[in-house]
């Protein structure tokens, strides 16, 4: 008697193989809707349990955010300042609490529609972003922050005396934290557009010019500060993930 083996043989084989959707089930666009709906509410109720959760602890979180000022002085300028200070801290930390599971539904919602070939790129996409995302923030947190209020407290040491709105304060680190992160995702979406085929490696590199332009510009953007130290640490730290991503896309043969 002959084995037959399911396993794709050939190139062409492969090819079908990869592009396949396994478990295709057809559903109508107000099933989709229905469960998109669904999904948006349980990662709604996943991000008010993180908020509820990091507001029962947001005074250590508070000072721990307050470490890289130095011994700056906060002051709070107005009645019920640091109430809302407190609120906006536990909304970004419930947010990125409750990520995971916002991933986890947005897997769960675009899985079955995703061939066999973008489901083994599926995994090292998610995890490559999420630590990227927590790099990123890391990264801003222990290096650009730093730099950024340092630069703040010299310039002026000498003339002023450093008290700071704490509400300003906290709006200025939690957004650049966040957009740091954000930033961070670029040798993700590289990765991507290599492997749909849509940028080679070797294009990535020819436009090396307009990408240092564009790093430049990024960190004028997403940095809250105005100082070049700031900008400067982030636009090296664009460029830097950008060739590391050709260096990715290229590992891949794409």
């Known amino acids: 008697m002959t084995q037959t083996n399911s396993q794709p043989r050939t190139d062409v084989e492969k090819e079908a193989y990869l592009n396949e959707i396994p478990n295709e089930v057809e559903m109508s666009l107000f099933d989709h809707l229905e469960e998109l709906r669904m999904r948006i509410f349980y990662s709604l109720i996943a991000v ?29 300028l107005a009645p019920g300042e640091f109430f809302f200070v407190s609120i906006k801290v536990a909304g970004y930390s419930g947010l990125l609490v409750a990520s995971p599971f916002i ?19 599926l995994g090292p996409v998610i ?4 630590v990227l995302f927590f790099a990123g923030i890391g990264f801003s947190y222990w290096a650009l922050i730093p730099a950024a209020l340092n630069f703040f407290i010299t310039y002026g040491g000498d003339v002023v005396e450093q008290s700071w709105s704490i509400d300003r304060y906290f709006e200025f680190v939690l957004l650049l934290m966040f957009s740091t992160g954000i930033a961070f995702q ?8 290599g492997q749909l085929g849509i940028v080679s490696s070797n294009q990535m590199l020819k436009g090396w010019r307009v990408i240092v332009l564009g790093s430049v510009i990024l960190g004028a953007i997403l940095t809250p500060s105005t100082d070049p130290l700031t900008q400067s640490l982030l636009a090296g730290a664009v460029l830097g993930l950008y060739f590391g991503g050709i260096g990715l896309v290229k590992l891949t043969g794409k």
Do not use: H
Not at 127 to 130: D, I, K, N, Q
């Open 48 to 76: 008010a349990v993180g908020m509820v959760g990091c507001f029962l602890v947001v005074k250590p979180l508070v000072r721990w955010l307050e470490v890289p000022a130095q011994g700056v002085k906060f002051l709070q």
């Open 103 to 121: 991933l986890y539904q947005i897997i769960q919602f675009v899985l079955p529609g995703l061939t066999r070939g973008e489901r083994l790129l």
């Open 127 to 130: 995890l490559g972003s999420s």
């Open 186 to 193: 670029i040798p993700v979406i590289q990765l991507i557009l």
